[in-house]
């Protein structure tokens, strides 16, 4: 029963970073959801709602135990989300119960059961069913990252927050002042000029409320004007955070597609990381072939999404996303050995050799570590049989043959 759990977990929790299970129930729910919240749209016109009443009722019973099953399932496995917890089980549960997408989840299915079991009308509840947009965060990275920037801006936001609601009082007070006798019933109070000092300052201008002397035209002009100021504030702060989230979240990707080629296992974290720094980023369509064989090795290729075979030998090996070749060629030059075609479309981190190459020739460090690295490995395939003294020596020439011609410049 662990074993089941664990694997929901894998399906429910992962999504595209686990099984393809996970992918296809992470896409699937994206649909449900989305089409439920065109179904509560499309209910509210009168001539659909009668002539497809029935399939509207099927759709939303099908929803509701789809919705159902997966908030049971989560309760079921959120006991995995942290392992290390010295919590009980029954605690774990009450607290994702209580957590915000847990009230979410059961707030976008509990107005059917109502309705169901009470015998009223509760129409009105069925506004609730359009918390089911809610749930699109859950399956969208992208939603989460704005919350996460959101959050981590919470403080700028909330100055930028007190500026603007500062300044539309500031408007409104002089408006005020200014338009008071000749317009009593519009700016006869500064709760009454808010609404002119809002709509301004957002530039809506809906033009029911405008001033009349020569005076309050020139304020609502510096108004206007300061208002796409105070406006752009939180946008740029949302904007520039969330371009440098997408930017960090796309560094740790590259980092560990870096950090898992055994070549670079034991590296330092700052080289690591200035390796990672140096992939280029490709995108191939189904049966482009990546690599032929034969021609000249020049990088090391990660599989970042979608799946990829290698030809070897009149075999077929899977290349799933996650996976890598030719790491070889950055250490020798070296031919490509297998020819390597895109089974689906692939989004593809490049390593060329010649960045490598340079990265060696101004970080000495690097290759000092990397002799360390390959003397180790090579010596535990001498003591496991698997390698000769000879074999050995021989490939450590070819290392210092090849490093003696980066210096040199005969590498290109």
């Not at 980092?255 to 590296?267: H, I, K, Q, T, W």
Request: glycine share 8%.
């Amino acid at each position: 029963m662990e074993h089941i759990r664990k694997h929901v977990y894998e399906v429910l929790e992962m999504g595209e970073f686990g099984s393809r299970t996970g992918v296809f129930f992470d896409r699937f729910m994206l649909v449900m959801i989305s089409l439920n919240v065109l179904a509560v749209a499309a209910e509210t016109v009168d001539e659909l709602h009668h002539q497809y009443a029935t399939e509207f009722l099927i759709f939303e019973i099908f929803s509701v135990v789809v919705f159902s099953i997966e908030y049971l399932a989560r309760l079921w496995v959120c006991i995995d989300n942290d392992q290390s917890s010295t919590l009980s089980n029954w605690r774990k549960r009450w607290n994702y119960v209580r957590s915000p997408m847990a009230i979410i989840d059961i707030l976008a299915i509990i107005p059917f059961y109502l309705v169901a079991i009470v015998n009223v009308d509760l129409r009105f509840l069925r506004i609730f069913r359009l918390l089911r947009l809610m749930k699109l965060v859950r399956y969208s990275h992208g939603l989460v990252s704005m919350g996460r920037v959101i959050y981590d801006e919470r403080r700028s936001l909330i100055a930028a927050g007190i500026i603007m609601i500062g300044a539309t009082f500031f408007a409104a007070s002089l408006m005020y002042f200014v338009e008071k006798d000749a317009q009593p019933v519009a700016f006869g109070s500064i709760p009454a000029s808010l609404y002119w000092a809002i709509t301004t300052l957002t530039t809506v201008g809906y033009g029911d409320v405008t001033p009349h002397t020569g005076l309050g035209r020139l304020i609502a002009g510096l108004v206007m004007v300061f208002g796409l100021a105070f406006y752009a504030i939180p946008i740029g702060i949302v904007a520039s955070a969330f371009t440098s989230e997408i930017h960090r979240r796309d560094f740790v990707v590259r980092y560990g597609l870096v950090a898992r080629v055994p070549l670079f296992e034991g590296l330092d974290p700052d080289i690591v990381g200035e390796i990672s720094r140096m992939l280029r980023a490709m995108v191939v369509d189904k049966g482009t072939v990546i690599s032929h064989k034969g021609e000249k090795a020049d990088g090391l290729y990660f599989i970042v999404s979608g799946d990829a075979v290698a030809y070897f030998d009149g075999r077929e090996v899977a290349i799933p996303a996650g996976g890598f070749f030719g790491e070889i060629s950055l250490l020798r030059k070296t031919f490509r050995d297998v020819t390597v075609v895109a089974k689906t479309s692939c989004k593809i981190m490049i390593l060329e050799t010649h960045d490598f190459q340079h990265l060696l020739t101004v970080r000495p460090y690097v290759k000092e570590r990397l002799d360390e690295l390959v003397e180790s490995h090579l010596g535990g395939l001498v003591e496991q049989g698997e390698l000769s003294a000879e074999e050995k020596s021989e490939i450590q020439r070819g290392h210092q043959d090849w490093y003696a011609s980066l210096a040199s410049g005969e590498e290109g």
